[in-house]
């Protein structure tokens, strides 16, 4: 099956800065997905990208569709203290495949 | 608030023992998802059905079975349960365009099972 890696697998951000995240793929997908989970609650759709070279904003949140469709990253500008959760990258053909996701937590 | 409910919130329960899951999808969404979250092994697609009819299925145990009703509400029905069944169980929902391709779902704020 599918097997998405996504990474880091963690990171800690300061308010301001600018975080990325990427993730790769053995498969081709047809639909990137970026998702936010935050604790006790369901993941929360933030981007979906539909078009490989794609490049899609939703406010401070940025994210591309590889050219190969094998991968895809997400930017985050200027963080603020609730940007902190998980995020999870995510490809679909018949089924939504997930990442493992990526821990963001403010630095003390 | 995604629109998508499920019940109940926490279940703890005994080894062997049998549960059901509930999901009332959005208003208007046809297809229903099901995915398990543990520590270890992320979010694992479990099975999906579109408008009553199973439509995919991904790494569900045998012991688990799941069905969608007329009203589109689903159940997911864990039996002869494990202490490694213990997850959070996700129930999601999207629009679905002919086919459910749109990879858009939304999440229902989750079922946590613990079985003891």
């Known amino acids: 099956g599918q097997q998405l890696n996504q990474s880091p697998q963690s990171m800690f951000i300061q308010e301001g800065e600018d975080v990325s995240m990427n993730c790769t793929s053995s498969?081709?997908?047809?639909?990137w997905l970026w998702y936010k989970q935050d604790p006790g609650e369901g993941p929360v759709l933030l981007i979906a990208?539909?078009?490989?070279?794609e490049l899609t904003s939703n406010g401070r949140l940025t994210a591309q569709f590889g050219i190969t469709r094998k991968d895809s990253f997400l930017n985050i500008s200027a963080s603020i203290p609730s940007d902190v959760g998980i995020y999870f990258c995510?490809?679909?053909?018949?089924?939504?495949?997930f990442g493992a996701g990526t821990t963001v937590t403010v630095r003390a | 608030d995604s629109g998508v409910t499920q019940t109940p919130k926490h279940l703890i329960t005994a080894t062997g023992q049998r549960v059901t899951l509930r999901c009332s999808p959005r208003?208007?969404?046809?297809?229903v998802y099901w995915y398990q979250q543990s520590l270890d092994q992320g979010l694992q697609f479990l099975i999906q059905y579109y408008n009553g009819e199973e439509r995919a299925k991904g790494n569900i145990l045998e012991r688990f079975s799941a069905q969608q009703f007329p009203d589109l509400h689903s159940e997911l029905n864990l039996s002869s349960l494990e202490l490694g069944d213990s997850a959070l169980y996700f129930c999601?929902?999207?629009?679905?365009?002919?086919?459910?391709?749109?990879?858009?779902?939304?999440f229902g704020e989750g079922s946590r099972l613990t079985v003891l």
């Open positions: 208003s208007g969404d046809l297809s």
């Open positions: 995510a490809g679909f053909d018949y089924k939504l495949s």
């Open positions: 999601a929902s999207s629009v679905a365009t002919s086919g459910g391709r749109t990879g858009e779902l939304f």
């Open positions: 498969s081709i997908f047809n639909t």
């Open positions: 990208l539909y078009k490989a070279g």
